[in-house]
């Protein structure tokens, strides 16, 4: 039986691809010369910087050089140039810092060739399915290019079309890449954490992935479908008629990139409230649904007149397992706490580090590079500096980026940069706490509920001063109202799954054989010009609304009712 040609091949396939090229060895050693010339060349100017010590003052242009390198070694090189971009594990920080302004850019093919590929994929001419198409691409990439069209039933329409031959260019590359994986680390004192051909493999499924322009349809759709309750967030609609694995025609969007400040301001819009909405969609796609895009760059996130935020371009894209979400959640309550052994556990079930690891020398570096971030300067917490502080401990502890995370890693400190193009007063933190305590109470599944308990409880003792904390944290967003998320906790309180934290709750409050009135005092000082007693005891008889006068009773013990004496709130009339 034949080996299968790049070009009928739609899934990764390494054994398939070696096997073709074998038979074709004067394209490999051909692209290998090519390949060879600019890293050889590249590496041996590093060379000569560290031969005659001036590193420190070529090392920014050295890294500019790279990142220009890899444009230039085409659409393989530049995908790889940006998975590189969130790998602190493979790459010095200082490139790492140059390669994140890696724009996914190339000059536009031929308008003949496009329309030639778009012939042959859809069987019928341009002009045969739109009533207009646009004489030049409106936007060139390393994979495609798009135009703007519109279909004779008269809906706007972005047509993209795949770059001729880019297949077997990105075949022949990765079996490269492949062989070469397999004798550098040999060479090399690379810290890898894992083999280097599983890096090789991860990047090219994904990579794959992202040129079959069906496989990005149904990854819009089904994004839309996750948000389709959402009127905040707008995701273009697939013409499926009109599509292939090679051309994809998607709904038009009329809108303009979240870095346009001049047309944000002319258009009306707040900027805040656009971040609102990128950062709580993507705390969403992470902790709720599991499947998040990946590359959120400010080609790929559009404001629109009306407010609305669009996503376009879904090529790449992942899911996570709810194990996977809820040790995330973990992972931040154990954050928010300062629980760097369990943040360690955390580590390990992600996949940071393997399970035959000694975690016991890792805590305290976790302790150092975390702590100061989290401790009076928690306002001042960004993902951006804590990726460069943990690029310092790749190379000192066994830590690696599974290949999920890169991709996550990728999206949090993108959309996080753009956010701060914004605003560059803008806190992630005011946006995310307040979202991480709702979750926190209204999780789709009781064991992502249980987690509250770990925030409040320690050692089976109630935290007062950790609730003040997050009190605190959470007053930090002027747009967070308080009373909503104590209705929801209050409700979950006296349902028949909070009956534990109830009960550990009433045992804080009066252990010792004392009630805490200093600490709910000072809880009471923090919250009450946002809470009046006509709201708090509305909430709490919404609450209890659902029980009969006989089960509220049951459920709140006489005791505690002295504690309004201490708030000095009067009953409702």
């Known amino acids: 039986m034949s080996n299968p040609r790049p070009t009928q091949m739609r899934r990764y396939d390494p054994e398939i691809f070696a096997r073709y090229y074998s038979r074709r060895p004067w394209e490999l050693i051909w692209r290998a010369i090519q390949v060879l010339w600019f890293l050889g060349t590249f590496a041996l100017l590093l060379w000569l910087d560290r031969r005659f010590g001036r590193e420190e003052q070529t090392k920014f242009r050295r890294a500019a050089q790279l990142r220009q390198l890899l444009t230039r070694l085409g659409p393989t090189f530049i995908k790889v140039g940006q998975a590189l971009s969130t790998r602190p594990d493979l790459v010095r920080r200082d490139f790492l810092e140059e390669l994140t302004k890696l724009q996914d850019q190339l000059p536009p093919f031929a308008n003949a060739v496009a329309h030639a590929i778009l012939e042959k994929e859809l069987e019928h001419s341009p002009g045969e399915i739109y009533s207009y198409f646009s004489e030049q691409p409106i936007a ?17 329409v972005a047509v993209k079309v795949q770059r001729p031959h880019l297949l077997p260019v990105i075949c022949r590359d990765l079996v490269l890449m492949r062989w070469a994986a397999g004798w550098l680390p040999k060479l090399l004192p690379l810290n890898l954490g894992h083999d280097l051909i599983m890096i090789v493999d991860e990047f090219g499924g994904k990579l794959f992935e992202e040129i079959d322009y069906l496989h990005e349809g149904r990854n819009a759709e089904k994004f839309a479908a996750n948000f389709h309750d959402d009127e905040r967030v707008k995701v273009p609609a697939i013409y499926w008629r009109f599509s292939s694995s090679r051309v994809l025609t998607l709904e038009w969007i009329n809108g303009f990139k979240l870095t346009d400040l001049d047309r944000l301001r002319q258009a009306n819009l707040d900027a805040d409230q656009l971040i609102e909405i990128g950062v709580t969609a993507g705390l969403q796609q992470l902790l709720e649904y599991g499947f998040f895009h990946a590359d959120p760059h400010p080609g790929n996130l559009f404001a629109m007149p009306d407010g609305r935020m669009a996503y376009i371009d879904f090529g790449m894209m992942d899911q996570l397992r709810q194990e996977t979400k809820e040790t995330l959640v973990d992972s931040v309550v154990h954050l928010i706490n300062q629980d760097y052994h369990h943040l360690a556990e955390d580590f390990v079930k992600l996949g940071f580090l393997t399970p035959d690891i000694d975690i016991h020398p890792i805590i305290p570096a976790l302790e150092a590079v975390l702590g100061e971030a989290l401790g009076s300067q928690v306002r001042e917490f960004n993902f951006k500096t804590i990726t460069d502080r943990f690029s310092e401990l790749m190379y000192e502890y066994p830590f690696r980026v599974p290949a999920s995370f890169a991709l996550i890693i990728r999206s949090l400190v993108t959309q996080e940069g753009l956010a701060l193009s914004l605003n560059p007063e803008f806190k992630i933190v005011d946006v995310a706490y307040p979202y991480v305590a709702r979750r926190l109470l209204t999780g789709e599944t009781p064991s992502l509920r249980r987690r509250l308990l770990e925030v409040l ?4 003792r109630f935290q007062w001063q950790r609730l003040e904390n997050m009190i605190l944290i959470a007053r930090n967003d002027s747009n967070f109202d308080i009373l909503p998320t104590a209705g929801l906790g209050l409700r979950y309180l006296m349902s028949e799954e909070g009956q534990y934290l109830r009960r550990q709750l009433l ?46 009773a049951a459920l709140v013990p006489a005791q505690v009712a002295s504690l309004a004496g201490a708030f000095q709130v009067p009953r409702p009339r």
Do not use: C
């Open 140 to 156: 060139a990439a390393s994979l495609g290019q798009v135009y703007r069209a519109r279909l004779y039933s008269g809906e706007e």
């Open 457 to 460: 409880f320690k050692d089976g």
């Open 507 to 552: 045992l804080a409050l009066v252990e010792d054989d004392r009630l805490h009135t200093e600490e709910v005092q000072n809880l009471w000082r923090l919250i009450k010009d946002d809470l009046t007693p006509e709201r708090l005891w509305d909430a709490a008889w919404d609450a209890l609304a659902d029980f009969s006068k006989e089960q509220a």
